[in-house]
């Protein structure tokens, strides 16, 4: 009996040991000092991400007065934009954090609040998630014209209550034949109890923070395109889907690199991205 006791204590410390990384609490007063995407992120515990700061001469003049509102994705789309503006200290600037990447700034991760009018209880705020997810890719779909569906929805993973985890996959496929997917997954163990969401993300509400501070466990979103021309493809259909999202719902792109065309690390805020970006006079 004593050796069964010792398995079971043994198992419940390494379960708190795995989910220390859910500890961190974030931000939660707007930092005047660092961009949007740098508060967001960090406000769930993506700690480790950094802003770049690059001198305002050096910043094309078409996003100086959007960086905190977000740029469209098709600026920094467009292939003479990127040979333009990314080929100098500009996209030097904003991806230079990456020399040295480190967990969190390699992860595609969902960034989110689960406002508490919207769900019955925190057990269930994580399908409130994949719910969103799953409702904003079909919307998305349609309106590119990805043929597809739902492979599955909320699936349970993983080991009850220890390293459990609940996924949703959706595919398609274009008119011409490119394959698009989507895979979104959420712990229910990575809500936190319920608090006052960031004033930077809704006003005056309650809700349910959603950590992406752990190593493993942190929540995903994996949207995009195979084929030639997947960097393009990918912006698109991310783009689209996150149009569709609430507005507590957000997610982290990492850094990408397509022939020369480089996409520096980014958040995709409703149908707009940021970057970690701040500008030095």
């Not at 967001?40 to 001469?57: E, F, I, N, Q």
């Amino acid at each position: 009996m004593r050796s069964g006791k010792s398995a079971l204590l043994a198992g419940a410390l390494l379960s708190v040991s795995l989910l220390s990384g859910c500890a961190s609490t974030g931000v939660t007063q707007y930092q005047d000092d660092h961009s949007r995407a740098w508060n967001l992120t960090h406000a769930v515990g993506m700690t480790k991400l950094k802003d770049s700061t690059v001198p305002r001469g050096q910043i094309p003049s078409a996003l100086l007065n959007t960086l905190e509102m977000g740029v469209d994705v098709w600026y920094f789309m467009d292939s003479q934009t990127l040979n333009m503006d990314f080929g100098n200290a500009f996209g030097l600037g904003l991806i230079g954090f990456l020399a040295q990447p480190d967990a969190q700034s390699e992860r595609r991760s969902i960034v989110a609040w689960v406002p508490e009018e919207e769900v019955e209880n925190q057990n269930v705020a994580h399908l409130w998630i994949n719910d969103q997810f799953k409702d904003a890719t079909l919307q998305a779909m349609e309106t590119i014209g990805i043929e597809g569906g739902v492979e599955f929805h909320n699936k349970r993973r993983g080991i009850p209550f220890f390293a459990e985890s609940f996924e949703t996959k959706i595919s398609g496929v274009k008119k011409d034949g490119t394959e698009c997917y989507a895979r979104f997954v959420v712990s229910h163990d990575t809500v936190s109890d319920l608090q006052p969401i960031p004033g930077f993300v809704a006003k005056n509400a309650q809700g349910y923070r959603v950590d992406a501070s752990h190593d493993v466990k942190y929540p995903k979103a994996q949207v995009g395109c195979l084929g030639k021309d997947y960097l393009r493809q990918d912006a698109e259909f991310m783009t689209e889907v996150s149009k569709n999202l609430p507005e507590s719902i957000f997610f982290y792109h990492p850094s990408v690199k397509e022939g020369d065309d480089v996409i520096p690390p980014v958040v995709y805020d409703h149908g707009k991205v940021l970057f970690f970006l701040v500008e030095k006079d």
